[in-house]
């Protein structure tokens, strides 16, 4: 089945621990993202990537770091959570083209909390 | 840039009335525009979306939406609303190479 998968679902932790939110997909994608999701703002993006080893900024990157070392993985990874990075993250994935009118397919999010 | 605006956060219909959620967008080249709609607890999933080819486009699930650039809209309707419909929908636009900036989000609540 065509699908992206994050894990974990659910995370809470404190502030300051360091951790990875891991992202995949297995539709040969060539282009990833990660988005944050707030009451209220709507789905703000962090971080993209438009192929193995090219990745950049979107509109809210302060405070995450990202990889893209395969093409099917796209981790997240907060070196040093805050309080307000508590939200629900989404990982998405398309194939790109210069148009940007393909659709990006989503995965279930994980919610995290820091404490 | 490119952005687009949701009117309306939250959206309350009886069961078998039309939906009209309102997106305007913003956009200074003509607009690749996109419906999202999240049912509770997961992940988004493609409504319907505008490349050029039809001003009005179909999606899944009965809804559809008309390209306005007059209005510069893409409201998007269902003749009759049904319970499965209540879910949170976005609209988006492509802002560069396979990025998209997402509206606010508009709350469908479904009243039978």
């Known amino acids: 089945e065509a699908q992206v998968t994050q894990n974990p679902r659910y995370l809470i932790t404190v502030t300051g621990k360091k951790l990875t939110v891991t992202c995949s997909q297995n539709?040969?994608?060539?282009?990833m993202s990660w988005y944050r999701q707030d009451p209220g703002l709507g789905l703000r993006q962090i971080y993209y990537s438009m192929n193995v080893e090219v990745t950049d900024k979107g509109d809210v990157p302060e405070g995450y770091k990202v990889s893209r070392k395969e093409k099917r993985n796209f981790p997240l990874i907060l070196e040093s959570p805050s309080p307000n990075q508590t939200s629900l993250y989404f990982c998405?994935?398309?194939?790109?083209?210069?148009?940007?009118?393909?659709?990006?397919?989503f995965g279930p999010g994980t919610r995290l909390t820091v404490l | 840039a490119q952005s687009v605006t949701q009117l309306g956060s939250h959206v309350s219909v009886s069961e078998g009335a039309l939906v009209l959620l309102r997106c305007n967008y913003s956009?200074?080249?003509?607009?690749?525009l996109f419906w999202y709609v999240q049912y509770p607890n997961q992940g988004l999933q493609l409504l319907l979306k505008?490349?050029?080819?039809?001003?009005l486009v179909k999606g899944i699930n009965g809804f559809e939406a008309e390209f306005k650039k007059s209005e510069t809209s893409f409201h998007l309707t269902k003749p009759s609303a049904h319970m499965s419909d209540a879910a949170e929908y976005f609209c988006?636009?492509?802002?560069?190479?396979?990025?998209?900036?997402f509206g606010t989000g508009t709350r469908l609540t479904v009243i039978p």
């Open positions: 539709m040969n994608h060539e282009y």
């Open positions: 998405a994935s398309s194939l790109f083209s210069t148009g940007g009118d393909n659709e990006q397919f």
């Open positions: 988006a636009v492509v802002t560069g190479a396979n990025n998209l900036f």
């Open positions: 505008y490349t050029s080819a039809a001003t």
């Open positions: 956009s200074s080249v003509p607009p690749y």
